[in-house]
């Protein structure tokens, strides 16, 4: 079954449409991520959070947004959970090289991201611009592992968001992930390119 996310508070800590994902995530055993715009929220620094939020239109009032950019931060605590979740960003190159929040804020998220892909339970790969195709034009996936053991696959668009908890579509996203997996990068060749762009190499 897919349905929309309901129950749309009038404030939240989390944007409304995302909500029930973030309660998931939180207990997820495994987390495989494919993000095409923006570093994962699992993934950004404060300030590159903060830059983000500030995109958003109709724009955040100040206060809403330091909510949200403190929100995200207390989600990035599930790396300190014992026991940790297993998980794998898959990210389009062009996320490396989109400004978000100036040139200092994005070289400083690179090499946070660089940092995230040293860590033995953190799967981290680019998916090079001159692919000339691949099994994610279609949009952002993120594919999560509950502790009962249940597959949900989490769809999010434009202020939209849908989780899917069909087994059958599950497991076709599943076999799309596992697609964009083998066409991207190496974790290997992905730090490489991250070196290079940092100049570290």
């Known amino acids: 079954m897919q349905t929309a996310v309901e129950k749309v508070p009038e404030r939240e800590r989390f944007p409304a449409f995302a909500q029930d994902f973030v309660d998931h995530e939180q207990e997820a055993l495994t ?24 995109c958003l239109y109709p724009p955040l009032d100040e206060e809403q947004l330091e909510e949200w950019v403190q929100a995200r931060l207390v989600r ?17 190159e062009s996320i490396l090289h989109r400004p978000i929040g100036g040139r200092q804020v994005l070289r400083a998220q ?5 940092r995230c892909a040293e860590l033995p339970f953190l799967g981290l790969q680019i998916m090079p611009t001159d692919r000339g195709t ?14 009962d053991h249940d597959q949900l696959a989490y769809i999010e668009g434009q202020h ?8 059958d579509q599950v497991s076709m996203y599943q076999q799309k992930y596992g697609m964009l997996r083998s066409q991207a990068l190496s974790p290997t060749e992905s730090m490489g390119l991250l070196d290079d762009l940092l100049g570290e190499s």
């Open 110 to 114: 690179n090499q946070h991201l660089r």
């Open 76 to 92: 990035q605590k599930i790396f300190e959970r014992k026991p940790r979740p297993m998980v794998n960003f898959l990210l389009e």
């Open 160 to 167: 939209i968001s849908f989780l899917v908890d069909d087994p």
């Open 31 to 54: 987390l495989l991520s494919y993000q095409t715009q923006a570093a994962p929220g699992l993934l950004q620094t404060e300030e590159y959070a903060r830059a983000v939020f500030s």
């Open 134 to 147: 691949h099994a994610g034009l279609d949009g952002p996936l993120v594919l999560l592992e509950t502790p």
